[in-house]
């Protein structure tokens, strides 16, 4: 009879395994079950493993940037994928042979990264450019919480918040292009970053009244946007 062969490394863990069962002996009484995670009435505490998979690492540089902010856990789990650089933008989909080209359907760049997404199209530095940030000041999507764009009237607690509420409609339009054929246009978007923030403010407790303010000054002063400054 044909037997697969083990790898190197399934082989090298096999022998490891051989020489730690070396010395069990086995017995005819139960089982005993210890864990070092449970508590006294045997039930598991991920507290307790978390805290141990965690003693002495360093501590993700993104993490309050993505995780302690206003953002619902979808726009939360978008700042995850642009901070690890994991986004499936078309540069992204040609790397895995889904896609033969990463042209840009925007603007018509030949190469479609999340940078380019978030702050290098035209498209995206304009629509940077309309809220009163320049889109220089956001920083590449692996550093993305080292973004400094001149946020007056904004408390400091909200500026993560917007930052992705932003790269979440600019993802989401960008989706509407690709998928659905629709052209680019900064008032859809303008419009889009409107009814978010009133939907976010759902989300805060009833004396925060951060995302309003923020969305003040940001997206609701400026007029709106004929073809021309486009």
């Not at 339009?173 to 659905?180: G, L, S, T």
Request: charged share 20%; aromatic share 8%; hydrophobic share 40%.
């Amino acid at each position: 009879m044909l037997q697969r062969r083990l790898s190197t490394q399934a082989s090298q863990e096999l022998a490891l395994l051989t020489q730690l069962l070396g010395d069990v002996t086995l017995t005819s009484a139960p089982d005993e079950r210890y864990c070092s995670f449970e508590t006294e009435d045997h039930k598991l505490r991920s507290g307790l493993i978390y805290r141990a998979s965690m003693r002495g690492e360093q501590t993700c540089p993104a993490f309050d940037f993505v995780w302690r902010n206003f953002a619902p856990p979808r726009v939360k789990f978008l700042g995850w994928l642009l901070t690890s650089n994991r986004i499936q933008c078309k540069t992204s989909l040609r790397r895995k042979h889904i896609l033969q080209n990463a042209d840009r359907d925007i603007c018509g760049a030949p190469e479609e990264t999340a940078d380019h997404i978030m702050s290098g199209c035209p498209f995206a530095r304009s629509f940077w450019r309309h809220i009163g940030w320049h889109a220089d000041a956001i920083a590449p999507v692996d550093e993305l919480w080292k973004s400094t764009p001149a946020l007056r009237h904004v408390p400091g607690s909200a500026v993560s918040s917007l930052i992705l509420l932003c790269c979440w409609e600019l993802w989401k339009h960008r989706n509407d292009v690709v998928f659905r054929g629709l052209a680019p246009n900064l008032n859809r978007i303008m419009a889009a970053c409107k009814e978010e923030i009133a939907l976010w403010c759902c989300r805060l407790p009833r004396k925060s009244n951060v995302l309003p303010v923020v969305g003040v000054p940001c997206l609701t002063c400026n007029p709106p946007l004929t073809p021309s400054s486009v």
